[in-house]
């Protein structure tokens, strides 16, 4: 059965600094990997998608990682902005027909 | 080009009572999922639709249920509520209901049972 693990749980830095949220995934069968973005209370924007055969995506200040032999994605973010604090998700989409949730990265962004 | 939308936005029911919620998916989608998100946890897949049929299901009691329309839009109905029912229920929309299809999200239903 698919585990999606996200580290850390919660992150508070300084605006500025460049950080790097984790995840991990027990079964490396997967079809892609997706990133989102969630505000309290609201929907998911997806953020970055890579798909299986991809090793990382890239846009604007975002970069997502991929490395399915271990099981791993790394999201990195460049020069946080206050603006960036949310919950970060990642999911992975597997053997059924939907996407395996972590349990996010709660980011906090402070001026 | 409208994105996904859902409603109600919230909404407060007591154990035992039925509840539905409504999905209208994006304009050119022809599938829609939806998932369950409890608090301080990532979203659990429920079930999806594709072309007004169950494609799939995730570890979900059978009164969790569903229906897709003609015009794609959905709704999950949920019978028997239960105070662990309470949770943000969100729901998404792709062009298909493969790997490579982007799912896009709508804002979500609160949903609380007292």
Redesign the interface.
């Known amino acids: 059965k698919q585990e ?1 693990t996200q580290i850390p749980a919660a992150l508070s830095v300084p605006e500025g600094e460049n950080l790097v949220l984790n995840c991990s995934f027990t079964d490396s069968a997967i ?2 990997l997706q990133w ?1 973005r969630q505000d309290p ?6 953020l970055l ?1 890579i ?1 299986s055969s991809q090793r990382e995506q890239t846009s604007g200040r975002l970069n997502a990682s991929l490395d399915k032999s271990s099981g791993r994605s790394t999201l990195y973010i460049a020069a946080s902005q206050p603006g960036d604090s949310a919950t970060y ?1 990642c ?1 992975v ?1 597997g053997q ?9 990265t709660r980011l906090l962004v402070k001026p | 080009e409208t994105g996904v939308t859902q409603s109600p936005t919230h909404l407060i029911k007591t154990r035992g009572q039925q509840v539905t919620l409504r999905c209208s998916s994006q304009s050119g989608h022809n599938t829609v999922s939806w998932y369950q998100q409890a608090l301080g946890q990532g979203p659990q897949f429920i079930f999806q639709y594709y072309r007004e049929e169950e494609n799939g299901r995730g570890n979900f009691p059978p009164r969790f249920s569903g229906l897709q329309f003609p015009n794609y839009s959905s709704e999950l109905n949920v019978n028997a509520l239960e105070l662990d029912d309470s949770a943000l229920y969100l729901c998404a929309s792709s062009e298909g209901g493969s790997s490579t299809d982007t799912q896009y999200f709508g804002p979500g239903t609160r949903l609380t049972v007292l």
Request: no cysteine.
């Open positions: 999606v079809y892609n989102f209370g609201k929907g998911l924007t997806s998608l798909q998700l999911a989409w059924g027909f939907s996407f395996i949730f972590g349990k996010g």
